[in-house]
């Protein structure tokens, strides 16, 4: 049993049990042993891998919602944090959305083989997802390390109902790139952020960037990444 896990688990008012405590290992070895032969986590040390991969993502527990939702994943990569919150919340319908086919590959792999019957993988972009039956169809919408704030807002809430939110985990650099995403978050039907500072013993800072969805998203966002380019939405 890990206790960090227990505790954070705890502090969102929800219990690990054995078998969940179980799955969480057994992802780790999955990914691990994958990544040795595709470049799916620059963390290849166990330990550092049960924080920074598993304790990191059960950080969100205590702002998703209390009763069954739906859950997007963006940019998910090896699956995090998408796979422990789908393992620590089992009553979440979780969708992990990710582009790169051999990653796409492992996710599917991994979803079987931990038996997670409330996972689904999709290998295409979010922007390409969001012109889907998917937009906004989530209540939550999480993604970390993809992109700076300004572009990961155009990405995620297109995705995310009215009254759902999204949930970007960020590191100290945030301070900077807020402010520039203020104008694409009230473009794309978002709300005022919150910004909450995450205690993690052992980790480097790090927050988690709250966006509520008020409006529906415009049908002309995302726009497609050819006429991205670079150029932020609401640069």
């Not at 799955?23 to 780790?28: H, M, N, P, T, V």
């Not at 993502?57 to 699956?79: E, H, I, M, N, R």
């Not at 012109?131 to 807002?153: G, I, M």
Request: glycine share 8%.
């Amino acid at each position: 049993m890990n206790d960090q896990w227990t505790a954070l688990a705890a502090n969102a008012g929800r219990a690990l049990d054995a078998s969940q405590q179980a799955l969480l290992a057994l992802y780790l070895d999955l990914l691990l042993a994958a990544n040795a032969k595709m470049n799916l986590t620059r963390i290849t040390d166990r330990a550092a891998a049960e924080l920074h991969h598993v304790a990191d993502s059960l950080t969100l527990l205590p702002l998703l919602p209390s009763g069954a939702f739906c859950l997007a994943d963006v940019g998910t990569g090896g699956g995090v944090p998408g796979i422990p919150l789908a393992i620590a919340r089992p009553d979440a319908q979780v969708l992990l959305i990710e582009s790169t086919r051999k990653k796409a590959a492992f996710l599917q792999s991994a979803v079987a083989e931990l038996a997670l019957s409330n996972v689904k993988v999709i290998d295409q972009r979010a922007e390409d997802v969001a012109r889907t039956k998917h937009r906004e169809s989530f209540d939550a919408v999480v993604s970390r390390a993809v992109a700076t704030l300004d572009f990961l807002v155009e990405y995620c809430l297109p995705l995310v109902k009215i009254g759902g939110k999204m949930l970007a985990m960020k590191g100290p650099k945030v301070a900077d790139e807020l402010p520039g995403a203020l104008r694409t978050i009230r473009m794309l039907g978002g709300g005022d952020p919150q910004v909450h500072p995450v205690a993690l013993s052992g980790a480097d800072q790090h927050v988690i960037v709250e966006i509520p969805k008020r409006r529906p998203t415009s049908e002309r966002y995302p726009r497609p990444p050819s006429e991205q380019k670079g150029r932020p939405l609401g640069g």
